[in-house]
């Protein structure tokens, strides 16, 4: 394992974006939102995720230049359409008009279609935070979730980001997949040549499904998927994260008469690759519409000051809340660099060769 420096990782990135034709200020932005999912410490979402851009570009199934047309815009609330873009620059776009219109009218919404993955939900709502509102941003993805009691992907692994502004160093910023584990953690688990741990995953028969780099090609066969929150049975809640990604993928389809379900399988009637179609969902919330924000951040520091500070179960002698842990990985990756491992330096190498770059000595 080698750590890189920040803004070399940050460097190499917008330079990749740009060679492969994205424009700069578009390819700005795809680096900002990567970085910042390194930074946080979900290496899942960050610089490994590039060379998946970088494929999808060259395959034709993403467009580099970002084009949105506005399908629907009245009062609060906005329906666009991405073209196939670039899913950073898409989703950056439509929490800025969220915000824009939460500002005239308390609330603002913006729904998409025909987008693509577009890195960490967080790095969205946190723009809201910044403006002292609560963002909350959902995506759909492509299938790799059985519903409770099934066994074929349906669902993706569609996340639920909620983030608040406090007068902590850090905005509570809940980001999670409706899922045991995202996709990309498992992508992570390949490049580290790690198996998949028992139960996050399961073949059509059932059984556990632990061979990483296996169960990566059976996703996209689809004949193994990955389980909801609460795993395989109702006893232990696996219905609760089947309800809450069925929640997402109509916010995420239905607003916007986008694709769902099977519709984002990446492949088209023949099985060629074919664009992902996916669809978000953005809100932000003006509080300065419902109270007084000083107000409404004492309280909310309140809740997380009381939880850290709440009875620890014993042998654990620290209770976190929603965005403390990536402010303290930030403080850390910013003083010792981003943390690159064999497979993933084979990566950045391979790139750097196609492209004819040199910026990161490997």
């Known amino acids: 394992m080698m750590h890189l420096p920040v803004q070399t990782m940050h460097d190499f990135m917008k330079i990749v974006f740009s060679k492969i034709g994205v424009p700069e200020d578009d390819a700005l932005t795809c680096a900002d939102v ?22 999808r570009i060259k395959q034709g199934i993403q467009n580099p230049i970002t084009t949105i047309d506005v399908i629907r815009d009245k009062y609060a609330a906005a329906v666009w359409d991405g073209n196939h873009g670039m899913g950073h620059v898409i989703a ?22 025909n987008s693509t993955h577009y890195g960490i939900c967080g790095y969205y709502a946190d723009m809201a935070t910044r403006e002292d509102m609560i963002g909350l941003t959902f995506t759909n993805a492509r299938p790799s979730i059985c519903p409770t009691h099934g066994v074929q992907p349906l669902l993706g692994t569609n996340p639920i980001c909620f983030g608040a502004p406090t007068n902590l160093p850090y905005p509570f910023i809940y980001d999670a997949a409706t899922s045991i584990s995202q996709r990309g953690k498992i992508e992570q688990y390949a490049r580290e040549e790690k198996d998949t741990p028992p139960y996050w995953a399961i073949n059509l028969d059932g059984e556990p499904q632990t061979d990483t780099n296996k169960l990566l090609k059976d996703l996209v066969e689809q004949t193994a998927c990955m389980l909801p929150l609460g795993g395989t049975e109702e006893v232990t809640g696996s219905h609760k994260g089947y309800g809450l990604g069925t929640m997402v993928e109509i916010l995420c389809s239905a607003l916007q008469q986008g694709s769902y379900l099977n519709g984002l399988w990446g492949r088209d009637a023949d099985g060629k690759a074919a664009p992902y179609r996916l669809g978000h969902f953005f809100l932000a919330i003006n509080i300065d519409f419902f109270t007084e924000i000083d107000e409404f951040k004492r309280i909310s520091t309140d809740i997380c000051q009381q939880l850290q500070q709440s009875r620890k179960l014993p042998g654990r002698d620290r209770i976190w809340v929603a965005g403390e842990k990536e402010y303290e990985k930030e403080q850390e990756v910013r003083s010792i660099g981003i943390p690159i491992n064999p497979n993933l330096a084979a990566n950045i190498r391979s790139i750097q060769d196609e492209l004819k770059i040199k910026i990161i000595a490997l």
């Open 34 to 55: 990567l970085i910042a999912s390194d930074l946080r410490g979900i290496e899942s979402h960050g610089i490994g995720r590039l060379k998946m851009y970088y494929d």
């Open 92 to 113: 950056h776009k439509a929490m800025q008009k969220a915000i824009e219109k939460a500002k005239l009218y308390g609330l603002g919404s913006v729904a998409v279609r």
